[in-house]
């Protein structure tokens, strides 16, 4: 596995495991409904493209396919945090991690989803408050999480 920094070509790439990943990793915590709302298959890719260079976006790969990515904000926020279906539970999301906690200066801080949420409590993340996000009218659980360094 190789972990580079994040390049524009990679948006659409970045796109398709989002969404598969949610749809089917995410799906024993949320239902149908929830999944489609949440990862409808239609990203923004410009906006994505411009939230990664805003960030520190990095991506891991396993020969020329990305397996997996996540961005960190120069506030501490990491914002997206993904690893493909096929490549679960093989530390990738943790070698991914590692990297962007090491730019944190006193905490970190994301929005952990409910199949996440134990991943950032091995990590020691804390959770601050569960909150219910609506869209499309449909509600979603998550857990916004902090990490004091």
């Known amino acids: 596995m190789i972990i580079r920094r994040y390049q524009p070509l990679d948006c659409i790439e970045l796109a398709e495991l989002f969404y598969n990943t949610v749809h089917t990793v995410n799906a024993k915590d949320y239902t149908k409904e929830q999944l489609d709302v949440w990862a409808t298959g239609q990203v923004d890719l ?42 679960q539970k093989q530390g990738i999301a943790t070698a991914i991690c ?16 409910i199949t996440a949420r134990t991943f950032f409590e091995k990590r020691k993340f804390k959770v601050m408050k569960q909150q219910q996000i609506e869209r499309k009218g449909i509600v979603l659980t998550n857990f916004i999480m902090e990490k004091r360094l």
């Open 98 to 113: 590692d990297k962007l906690e090491l730019l944190a200066h006193e905490v970190i801080v994301t929005h952990a989803s």
């Open 46 to 87: 410009e906006k994505w493209n411009e939230s990664f260079l805003q960030h520190y976006s990095i991506v891991a790969l396993d020969n020329e396919t990305i397996i997996g990515f996540g961005d960190i904000s120069d506030t501490g926020y990491l914002d997206r945090l993904f690893v493909h279906k096929d490549y």
